[in-house]
């Protein structure tokens, strides 16, 4: 792969390997997989979620989760991120050598006990043990440690957030050693008023250190709120290709926002992301029929790019990749 | 019906009669539009498009105009408006007696042409003998005229449209005479940067003049479309409820933004619409039964409220409507 030729305004990760595929019944083959990582990748998609690191018996569909880091790492210049949901997912993403880890915990306590089993206090103790496991590793092959805080603007098992108690714990994991925070609508309760409220406040107590934005499309609210975060400064966001995935511990939270999606998005603004659109939709394409059944609410996956579509720099791989 | 008892902050026009049923091939049942206009406008639409005013042989779907014009101005306090192609129609809206006439012309030739047969140059001279009709109507009875300007933002024939034709179309289309003018995304090929720097560009040629959008969700990025128009001062929208719609002459173009998806954004965010989202939805729930095989996309009316939704001012009719 040739380095890419323009600079980054907006950085795309793709997290439907994670988010997408432990929210549907069929374990996806590992080759198609595989196959998946490397042609987005090839698109341009530079940071891709292969796995969630949790035991298989709870999750079934990352039973593979050895195989497809180890091929995700053989892609020059893709960093690899697997979410963790305690120490122990920690371990096993050291011992694998991924670049990042996506560290899991939710604002609300509620959702925290479905999800992780354990209070919030708990998941901020583990998250500060994991800062310490970390330390121990040599630099060069350290993973970097990012904080996630789920139900951010909402849970659908309390109802309301107190924005006060996201920024107070964003601030506490960054205090810990986070490398990277990242603010996340898990079940599609934002909006861009709350958005721009929270990531602005957010913001201000990290100062330089890099925050993401994880939105769902529950509620058709997702590239607004991208949007309004983009307003306040986040220029990252998680996203899953063509619109699938969810949290099958939030009843009715269906769908990240669309990779496709949020790059047209970005892409028609002129925000550079290094992504070459119609290298990418071809991929939804491959991926809708490898999961037959699923639900790809992508709406640029289904109209196709409009005719007065310029991208913001051009395609930025050369053709020869 | 009781007067509302917030200031409208945002007013949200239901247009799915006019754009959405032109654009499905089954023929809604005269009682069944009277239901919906009486049943949404019960919920606290205070403005609705009833029809498109063409040859029924063009549209057969608005072959009944006259009983559903007549019904809707029956319901107390509804505006009741009116698609015009052309000085005939407009001599049809004013003998039907409808409150205000949106009339429809496109800044793109090619699509104008295809829309409504005639060249941009004689949809304005057409659009200022309405005027002078109009004139001619004693004022106490005299429909208002919006200005519509479809293909804004692109042309599924044409592809790029001059940001700079939209803003001479629309000040011409003021200085002809219009109580509103209308910039309408027809092809949903806008994105929010482009929304920002029209609708802020035709704000300020109009000044006081109402200046109303008209998106279509067809790329997905209709409701971020929506947050950058009310960044620049917009303060009225089309849309259709349940999300369903498009353009006949404009192939792709499938879908308004959801008149309910609309109105979560913007009482999500405290924005008052005199909606009742609660009384709404169920109007969506009832309309998809009665146009079955009809794709209503809108994801609020499939996902329902979030638990910490708090309408921007509550109900704003009183239950005993």
New interface residues.
Partial sequence: MTPMTQPIDVQVREVGMRDGLQSIQAIMATADKQAWCRTEHAAGVAEIEVCSLVPPRLLPQFGDAAEVVAFALQQPGLTVSALIPNLKGAERGIALGVHKMNYAMSVSEGHNQANVRRSVADSVADFGRIVERLRQVPEASRPRLAGGLATAF???I????AEDRVVELALRLAELGADEVVVADT???G????VRRVFRRVKRELGALPLGAHFH?????G??N???ALDAGVDRFDSSLGGFGGCPYAP?A?GNI?TD?LV??LQ???LETGIDLARLLPVVGWLKGKLPGVDF????AI??L???FVPAGGPTLQEAV
């Fill in positions: 909402g849970c659908s309390e109802g309301r957030v079940v599609g309760y909006n861009p008023a709350a499309d529950t509620r058709g609210l590239l607004a991208v949007l309004a009715g269906t669309a999606g047209f998005l028609s603004m002129g609410p992508s709406a640029i109209a196709g409009p005719k007065n």
